[in-house]
């Protein structure tokens, strides 16, 4: 497994705290320099305005689509790299001492997931199915899970995102968090190991919303979404019950 790092060329004060945390980790890293958003030429390559509009009810944040098309990025990269799963992470994580030794234990379940979420704004409520240590387990998110500042991700998924959530028509956690409409799996360790550094400023300032999507398609569209996210959760958390059952006997 390798790491990526993504970080805005001129956040030079965020990547000396994640280059610090990540050297008393010893954790071997490559930088991925963000996308500036605001930079983009206009149309932008890779973006449905339009779809963004009716569903995520807003108009265009430029900031998350710099985010997203980082994380797109980002994916190449680990692509191009022989690493079998990559943990991303967005410059504002605060990494724990045992955080490699849950990701290792994680992965010994790695049939049952090819995205392992580990942060996120609030915890959401879990579906768990195997026991880690330190009071951490594997389980499976019914809620939508709200920022994407560290995962471990493998080829399959990257190369799924790749294919099939390209143009952007949502936030990147957002989409990321429909992974069952792309063919694969996404699971978390609960409660989420790796915090926030809530003293940093964001870099995603708020958009405007569009009143008349946000009380229509928008509402609508997400109902479903969590709809769909329940069902094909408890799938898959029925069938790693039964998968780690199986291999117990």
Not at 59 to 78: P, Q
Not at 88 to 99: A, F, G, R, T, W
């Amino acid at each position: 497994m390798h790491t990526f790092v993504i970080n805005l060329a001129h956040a030079t004060e965020r990547w000396e705290l994640m280059e610090k945390q990540l050297k008393a980790l010893q954790i071997d890293h490559t930088r991925v320099e963000g996308v500036y958003g605001n930079r983009l030429a206009e149309p932008i390559t890779d973006y449905n305005e339009r779809k963004y509009r009716i569903l995520h009810g807003k108009t265009t944040n430029t900031g998350e689509v710099g985010c997203y098309l980082s994380h797109i990025k980002t994916l190449r990269a680990f692509l191009c790299s022989d690493a079998n799963h990559a943990l991303v992470l967005e410059d504002d994580v605060q990494l724990p001492d045992n955080i490699f030794n849950l990701i290792k234990q994680a992965l010994n379940f790695s049939k049952h997931w090819n995205l392992l979420r580990l942060t996120a704004f609030s915890p959401g409520k879990h579906l768990s199915f195997a026991d880690l240590s330190d009071g951490f387990k594997m389980s499976y998110n019914l809620k939508v899970l709200k920022n994407t500042g560290a995962y471990v991700i493998d080829r399959k998924a990257a190369k799924c995102v790749l294919e099939k959530m390209l143009p952007m028509f949502l936030p990147y956690d957002v989409a990321l968090d429909r992974e069952w409409h792309y063919g694969f799996k996404t699971a978390c360790i609960s409660p989420l190991p790796i915090p926030l550094n809530m003293e940093l400023p964001g870099q995603i300032p708020p958009t405007r919303k569009i009143r008349f999507y946000r009380s229509t398609s928008y509402h609508a569209f997400h109902a479903l979404t969590h709809v769909e996210r329940k069902w094909y959760r408890r799938q898959f958390y029925n069938n790693a019950l039964f998968k780690t059952k199986e291999d117990l006997t």
